[in-house]
Nanobody, 122 residues
Framework: QVQLVESGGGLVQAGDSLSLSCAASGRGFSNMGWFRQAPGKECEFAAAISWNGGRTNYADSVKGRFTISRDNAKNTMYLQMNSLQPEDPGVYYC?????????????????WGQGTQVTVSS
């Protein structure tokens, strides 16, 4: 079965760092991304990465603080989050799509993980 499983979320203080992982199984994916959703808000794009890691795209709100990467040998994608801010908490979702172009829209991704909770305290 196709499956995406996120891990690494937790409770941190503002200014701290977290590293999220997304383990994929069942098939390979050309492009993958991270989205986040706070309670009562729409799903928001965070970062995306091409199949070989050669191209990345970041939301302005996380640019310079978050780094997306992938290890195709392990079929795993990562999101290194530094300098977490009070506006960053939410459920972070791993997503994958089947075409080579990057997308910042949730509708552009077909496969989704269950999400991992990130909570930032002041």
């Amino acid at each position: 079965q196709v499956q995406l499983v996120e891990s690494g979320g937790g409770l941190v203080q503002a200014g701290d760092s977290l590293s999220l992982s997304c383990a994929a199984s069942g098939r390979g994916f050309s492009n993958m991304g991270w989205f986040r959703q706070a309670p009562g808000k729409e799903c928001e794009f965070a970062a995306a990465i091409s199949w070989n890691g050669g191209r990345t795209n970041y939301a302005d709100s996380v640019k310079g603080r978050f780094t997306i990467s992938r290890d195709n040998a392990k079929n795993t994608m990562y999101l290194q989050m530094n300098s977490l801010q009070p506006e960053d908490p939410g459920v972070y979702y791993c997503a994958a799509r089947l075409v080579v172009s990057l997308s910042t829209s949730p509708s552009g991704y077909y496969y989704w993980g269950q999400g991992t909770q990130v909570t930032v305290s002041s």
